[in-house]
Each structure stands twice: as C-alpha cells, then as structure tokens.
C-alpha cells in the first residue's frame, strides 16, 4: 500500500526555525518532493530529493533518508508568509518504468507563523 | 510566461448534473495530471497524459470520470451524473521533465 504520514498541525514564531517531518511507504520510489501551498492556490514547488542527503535552497532545506523512509522539511527565518499547508509527495515509479511518475501527497501540515 | 491555468475555476453543480473541467498546460509540457483533492487532504492522483495518450488512468475513482487530451495541449476533465461526494477542488499540473510539475490554481466543484 501507500502511504504518507506528516503532522497536521504546526506552530512557530517568526524568526524562528521549524522542521516539518514526513515518513513513508510506497510501493514505488522515484524522488521526493516538497510543495506549499496556501488557502485557495495552487500548491508551489519547494524541493525534490532522490538522493541521500541535504539539499539546501535559500530559507529552506529537505533532507532525505530512503533507508528509513524519512524526509524532512527545514525552514529558516520564518515569515508571515511562510503560514501554509506544506505538502509532502513521493513519486511513483511510472508503471512502464519510465522516468514520469503521479505524486502521492501526505494530507499536508498547516503552519501557522504567529510574530 | 503563463502557467497552467484551469477554468472554471468555481463550478457549482446539482447532483445528476454533468459538469466539465478544462485545463490549458504550459506550452510544450508533455506530460499532464489529473489530481482530485478534499478539503484538509493532500491531492490525489486521478489520470496521467503523455501528450494525447492517456497511459495511466488508475486514480479515476468510477466510470463517472472521464478524461481527455486529444491534441496533446489542452485537456478536459467530464465528470457525468455529478454525486455530492465529487465535491471537491480538482487540479491540473503539467511537466516538461522527470522533475516538477507545475499546478494550476484549481476548480473548485460544488455539487448540491
């Protein structure tokens, strides 16, 4: 089965640094990605993992361990308008094998950046 | 440049009606999705084009659902006999690689 887990909720203060954690079990893996999106939007490409390891990208960071089937969502220096949903998606192996792949999203984490 | 732009982007709907969602991609993206999302939940695959050929269709949750994109650009999205349990934000997103998908800001169906 599929499945993607990630806290509902989540606050902080701005300023401040909080980390969004997300586990998984997929039949498939072909990267990991991370999007935000705010009430009524579209949801916005943050970061995608395929690899081990920290990718970093300004304000924020995603972490990836495919062995223990974690990831993590890193964000720095938070604003007001770092309040959103935060998405957390793995890409299915495209069932021909092939290089494309739907996402599976976790149910997402609200955060709420209070000043 | 314009993004993935989906009309309408409210559409409300009596139960038994027939509605139908357009999306129009970024040009020259080949690959296209359908996800259903529920309010509070995470987007849910529905179907998958790469250009006209529709090569995955696993997610459509009934025959209900149908999906098509006949010139490998635009594509729509028909949903017949409209159920309460249809109610939901519907989004398109369109990719040019094996990397992002870039979304469309939705529509949002109501069924009544």
């Known amino acids: 089965g599929q499945n993607i887990d990630q806290p509902t909720e989540m606050t902080a203060t701005e300023g401040a640094i909080v980390q969004i954690n997300c586990t998984y079990q997929?039949?498939?893996?072909?990267?990991l990605f991370w999007y935000q999106q705010h009430a009524g939007e579209a949801p916005t490409f943050l970061s995608y993992n395929v690899l081990d390891g920290l990718e970093e990208k300004g304000r924020f960071s995603s972490f990836l361990s495919r062995s223990k089937g974690y990831s993590y969502l890193l964000l720095k220096e938070l604003q007001m308008k770092d309040s959103a949903s935060y998405l957390c998606a793995v890409r299915a192996r495209f069932p021909r094998g092939g290089s494309q792949g739907n996402l599976i999203f976790g149910k997402g984490t609200k955060l709420s950046v209070k000043p | 440049g314009a993004g993935v732009s989906q009309s309408p982007r409210y559409k409300v709907a009596k139960r038994g009606q027939d509605v139908a969602l357009r999306c129009d991609p970024i040009s020259g993206h080949v690959s296209l999705f359908w996800y259903q999302q529920a309010l509070g939940q995470g987007p849910e695959f529905l179907t998958y084009f790469q250009n006209e050929a529709q090569l995955d269709k696993s997610g459509l949750p009934s025959d209900r659902f149908f999906a098509e994109r006949p010139e490998g650009s635009v594509s729509t999205l028909k949903i017949q006999r409209t159920q309460q349990e249809d109610s939901a934000v519907y989004l398109c997103?369109?990719?040019?690689?094996?990397?992002?998908?870039?979304f469309g800001p939705g529509t949002r169906l109501t069924v009544t």
């Open positions: 997103a369109s990719s040019f690689s094996s990397y992002e998908q870039y």
């Open positions: 997929t039949s498939g893996f072909n990267g």
